[in-house]
T-cell receptor, first 109, second 115 residues
Framework: GNSVTQMEGPVTLSEEAFLTINCTYTATGYPSLFWYVQYPGEGLQLLLK?????DKGSNKGFEATYRKETTSFHLEKGSVQVSDSAVYFC????????FGKGTRLSVIA | GAGVSQSPSNKVTEKGKDVELRCDPI?????LYWYRQSLGQGLEFLIYFQGNSAPDKSGLPSDRFSAERTGGSVSTLTIQRTQQEDSAVYLC?????????????FGEGSWLTVV
């Protein structure tokens, strides 16, 4: 079946550090891939997405590239801020949306 | 509406009671989803509607859980004879179509506590 595996947290970084959160997937066919973010006390919101191989999704300084050969969709940001502290979920969709377990990121000043 | 609306936002109920959670999707969205997020856990898929029909009920954890959607809009998730392990945030989401690449928008959830 379809599944998503993402690195376990928590991840703690200093402000301006480089961030990578790994995500790999197992799916039949060609899923779309997503990163969702959940800020403290808020609902899930879409961060970025990619719908086909080699597509790069980007938003708010975050990027992820759909790599079919490695079945990966790693999230990266070059310089994190305290306001990026949240839980990040990798997901794929073939209906319904299948989520990873989430990675909690804490950024300290 | 502007976003996915869920009610109640918080519910405390006694073990054994029934609860109903309501979801009002974004206007015009035909697909509607229910997920459950337990403390420290990821998101667990419960059920998915396309229009008023539910092609995938595979995630409902037991026969105490049921959901319906009428008029292609509002959905109700019902939990009968609640148990303490039902305590979680119940998230509703909707999308414009039930196809793979469409963005799914989430509500802020209904936090259920069973005491």
């Amino acid at each position: 079946g379809n599944s998503v595996t993402q690195m376990e947290g928590p991840v703690t970084l200093s402000e301006e550090a480089f961030l990578t959160i790994n995500c790999t997937y197992t799916a039949t066919g060609y899923p779309s891939l997503f990163w969702y973010v959940q800020y403290p006390g808020e609902g899930l919101q879409l961060l970025l997405k990619a719908t086909k191989a080699d597509d790069k999704g980007s938003n708010k300084g975050f990027e992820a590239t759909y790599r079919k050969e490695t079945t990966s969709f790693h999230l990266e940001k070059g310089s994190v801020q305290v306001s990026d502290s949240a839980v990040y979920f990798c997901a794929l969709t073939h209906l319904p949306l299948v989520f990873g377990k989430g990675t909690r990121l804490s950024v300290i000043a | 509406g502007a976003g996915v609306s869920q009610s109640p936002s918080n519910k405390v109920t006694e073990k054994g009671k029934d609860v109903e959670l309501r979801c009002d999707p974004i206007s015009g969205h035909t697909a509607l989803y229910w997920y459950r997020q337990s403390l420290g856990q990821g998101l667990e898929f419960l059920i998915y509607f396309q229009g008023n029909s539910a092609p995938d009920k595979s995630g409902l954890p037991s026969d105490r859980f049921s959901a319906e959607r009428t008029g292609g809009s509002v959905s109700t998730l019902t939990i009968q004879r609640t148990q303490q392990e039902d305590s979680a945030v119940y998230l509703c989401a909707s999308s414009s179509q039930g196809s793979s690449g469409n963005t799914i928008y989430f509500g802020e959830g209904s936090w259920l506590t069973v005491v």
